[in-house]
């Protein structure tokens, strides 16, 4: 089955409802050897792709992943990123902020991890937890000493969706394509997937009591991530919702966007101008002798 990328991005100014987008569609796969085959090809027509981005230095890619705990984002950057070379791609997970962080603008930690021309940077987790967790905890914002605070009215979260916006566009103009997936799990599995942290030795170190008590909160960040797709889903940074009930099905679908991102770019390698294909072919010489 072909993947068509338009069936999980979120147009821009439609008011998203999570709970009309699906957690699990008909696979694209019919058995895990197929899928490893699949997924192989795209991996390596991926690395293809990500040494013309290195070669025309054009053009950069932001890739970023959101999720509710437990819905893969790390599996998904480990298995569809392992084909491409690590010197041209640079990944960056944000947890808490630190003591300096929270002395600056909410966006100043990231932007000092964004990818140069020719290179894909990937957020785990992002500048959007600032409208996700510290709207659903707001009195995080308390120790981010902000000037007129209300973190009980939507104006600050509108003001940073703005802010947001703006970033993106600006990256645009000046060549770094951003692509944000929200991997849409569904909270049966979510259950499911902690009770095998749980179960199996070997998965015990990724659980704690903390992820059952954000879980109480599953109302809560559905609807920032609404209002929060809804608000920043644009032309040039869409937002996808890949449904991650099936892990194997998420990353064929992701690594489908991400090619379907690198296609989109008018890339080439340098051409090189006479003067230097002469000079390449006397080298020749100069070796073959």
């Known amino acids: 089955m072909k993947i068509n990328c338009k069936d999980f991005r979120v147009r821009e100014g439609k008011k998203v409802n999570l709970a ?9 796969y019919r058995s895990n050897k197929q899928f490893k085959k699949i997924l192989s090809g795209r991996i390596e027509k991926m690395s293809d792709l990500q040494n013309l981005l290195y070669a025309s230095n054009r053009y950069a890619v932001l890739l970023i992943f959101q999720a509710m705990d437990a819905a893969g984002k790390d599996s998904a950057i480990k298995h569809v990123m392992s084909g491409v070379n690590p010197q041209g791609c640079q990944v960056f997970s944000f947890k808490h902020p ?13 932007s000092r991890c964004l990818p140069e021309r020719g290179r894909i940077g990937i957020f785990n987790r ?39 916006r703006d ?42 009591r903390a992820d059952i008590e954000e879980r109480k909160y599953w109302t809560d960040y559905m609807k920032a991530y609404e209002a929060c797709m809804s608000a920043t889903s644009t032309r040039h940074a869409p937002w996808y919702v890949v449904p991650a009930d099936d892990k194997e099905n998420a990353r064929l679908i ?21 003067k230097h294909r002469k000079e390449l072919r006397s080298l020749r010489r100069l070796l073959a002798k």
């Open 20 to 28: 009309k987008w699906p957690t699990e569609v008909k696979p694209y």
């Open 126 to 164: 992002s500048y959007y937890e600032e409208v996700l967790i510290v709207r659903v905890h707001p009195e995080l914002l308390h120790a981010q000493g902000l000037p007129d605070m209300a973190p009980e009215e939507d104006t600050i979260w509108q003001e940073r969706y703005r802010s947001i």
């Open 98 to 110: 630190s003591l300096e962080e929270l002395d600056h603008d909410f966006l100043w930690r990231t």
């Open 167 to 208: 970033l993106e566009a600006h990256l645009h103009r000046n060549g770094t394509r951003v692509v944000k997936f929200f991997l849409h799990l569904s909270k049966a599995e979510q259950r499911n997937r902690f009770l095998a942290r749980i179960d199996e030795p070997d998965k015990n170190w990724k659980f704690s």
């Open 254 to 274: 992701i690594s489908e966007i991400i090619l379907d991102t690198f296609h989109g770019l008018k890339m080439e390698y340098p051409k090189l101008s006479e």
